[in-house]
T-cell receptor, first 114, second 113 residues
Framework: EPEVTQTPSHQVTQMGQEVILRCVPISNHLYFYWYRQILGQKVEFLVSFYNNEISEKSEIFDDQFSVERPDGSNFTLKIRSTKLEDSAMYFC????????????FGPGTRLTVT | SQKIEQNSEALNIQEGKTATLTCNYTNYSPAYLQWYRQDPGRGPVFLLLIRENEKEKRKERLKVTFDTTLKQSLFHITASQPADSATYLCALPRDTGRRALTFGSGTRLQVQP
């Protein structure tokens, strides 16, 4: 069964450093999303991406964040200058365009900012 | 934007019983509502979607109801098993016509053998 994959599974970085989290969505899906979950808290939406552009973003997704689809398979989230409060689990998700609104999530990348 | 309330207390039930979880929402009435399962340290897994014109949806031992007047969804697991122990999340579109989801904080279900 097709699945969303994410790398790395765990990233440790120092405050102020740039990180890039990578995702490979399900191949025939065209909507892509990033969510994050701070330990013990709810899953929060960051950004959605369709047709090579951002379709929606939350107030969390400020100028420190950017997304890119560098090729036909990868979808990346970049944090330019990490802060301690960026420590969280970051989930990538994808969904089909026509069939339904259900989203398929990857296993997540645990980002630890020290 | 949408606000969602789920029982924050963990639900403990005996194997074989039916678990019932509640999701209440405020603000606008969504076109659909989704339920996900999340295990510790893992990503949410889609379970069921119910649309505003559907009162009830079933999938194997799962049943979801959607009452747009009460602004409430109930999620039932019949003949529960220890393997059903997880956190169950209710999710709605953030806004009308949007695909991005707002999630509830989830209800943790513990099924005792």
């Amino acid at each position: 069964e097709p699945e969303v994959t994410q790398t790395p599974s765990h990233q440790v970085t120092q405050m102020g450093q740039e990180v890039i989290l990578r995702c490979v969505p399900i191949s025939n899906h065209l909507y892509f999303y990033w969510y994050r979950q701070i330990l013990g808290q709810k899953v929060e939406f960051l950004v959605s991406f369709y047709n090579n552009e951002i379709s929606e973003k939350s107030e969390i997704f400020d100028d420190q964040f950017s997304v890119e689809r560098p090729d036909g398979s990868n979808f990346t989230l970049k944090i330019r200058s990490t802060k301690l409060e960026d420590s969280a689990m970051y989930f990538c998700a994808s969904s089909e365009v026509l069939a339904g609104y259900e989203q398929y999530f990857g296993p997540g990348t645990r980002l630890t900012v020290t | 934007s949408q606000k969602i309330e789920q029982n924050s207390e963990a639900l403990n039930i005996q194997e074989g019983k039916t678990a019932t979880l509640t999701c209440n929402y405020t603000n606008y009435s969504p076109a659909y509502l989704q339920w996900y399962r999340q295990d510790p340290g893992r990503g949410p897994v889609f379970l069921l979607l119910i649309r505003e014109n559907e009162k009830e949806k079933r999938k194997e031992r799962l049943k979801v109801t959607f009452d747009t007047t009460l602004k409430q969804s109930l999620f039932h697991i019949t003949a529960s098993q220890p393997a059903d122990s997880a956190t169950y999340l209710c999710a709605l579109p953030r806004d009308t016509g949007r695909r991005a989801l707002t999630f509830g904080s989830g209800t943790r279900l513990q099924v005792q053998p």
